[in-house]
């Protein structure tokens, strides 16, 4: 069995400020997690994914991600938050044992102020 | 070229109609899946096909009936709509093999149930 947990499901930051969206995991198996975002009326795009390398992950538009075996957590980080980071984030986990069947968890809005 | 592409964009239908959302991936990838986003952005699994063959099917009334014509198409026929299945479908596609490779998204389609 997976899940996901992702704290929050507001979350408000000034621009230029740091964003934390966080993610933690269940899985009885290695996982392989992933981040998502999701912009208003648009699909979901994959910002990054761990899948067993490095614990570091960098994903796109500055993003990274990193994987705390201890914590089973994957939280996601920028260092500085722009206005057009604005939006839905999902993170997800996937294990050998569920083939490549993604669980979702109940998603962050980012919200960035001026 | 869109890797996933969804028709349509937008439904708006009655109660008791009888509609079809199509789904198209050029990516030859061999599993394709239906989500339902509903408005609170939580993303459920309703359906997985691989080259064809159903393999996940997910507590979804019968009135919801996928059909996998080849393993690029993926569509999604409902039968006598109903309020509550007002939300956004994502079709969205991934590889085989060992899990990692996560999902490619269509841009989704809002179905308006009134």
């Known amino acids: 069995a997976q899940s996901v947990t992702q704290l929050g499901s507001h979350v408000s930051v000034s621009e230029g400020a740091l964003v934390l969206l966080r993610c933690n995991y269940s899985?009885?198996?290695?996982?392989?997690l992933f981040w998502y975002v999701q912009y208003p009326n648009q699909g979901l795009q994959l910002l990054l994914k761990y899948t067993s390398a490095a614990t570091l992950v960098k994903g796109i538009n500055g993003f990274e991600a990193e994987f705390k075996k201890s914590e089973t957590s994957f939280h996601l980080t920028k260092p500085s938050a722009h206005m057009s980071d604005a939006a839905e984030y999902f993170c997800a986990v996937s294990n050998n044992n569920a083939g490549n069947m993604l669980t979702f968890g109940g998603g962050t809005r980012l919200m960035v102020k001026p | 070229d869109t890797a996933v592409s969804q028709t349509p964009k937008y439904l708006v239908t009655q109660m008791g109609n009888d509609k079809s959302i199509k789904c198209e991936q050029n990516l030859g990838h061999d599993t394709m899946y239906w989500y339902k986003q509903d408005s609170k952005k939580f993303l459920k699994i309703m359906f997985s096909?691989?080259?064809?063959?159903?393999?996940i099917n997910e507590t979804v009334p019968n009135r919801f009936s996928p059909k996998s014509p080849d393993k690029a198409h993926l569509n999604l026929h409902i039968n006598s709509l109903e309020l509550g299945d007002s939300a956004v479908y994502f079709c969205?596609?991934?590889?085989?093999?060992?899990?990692?490779?996560?999902?490619?998204f269509g841009s989704g389609t809002r179905l308006t149930v009134v």
């Open positions: 096909y691989n080259n064809k063959e159903l393999i």
């Open positions: 899985s009885s198996v290695p996982p392989y």
């Open positions: 969205a596609s991934s590889q085989d093999g060992p899990g990692g490779y996560g999902y490619t």
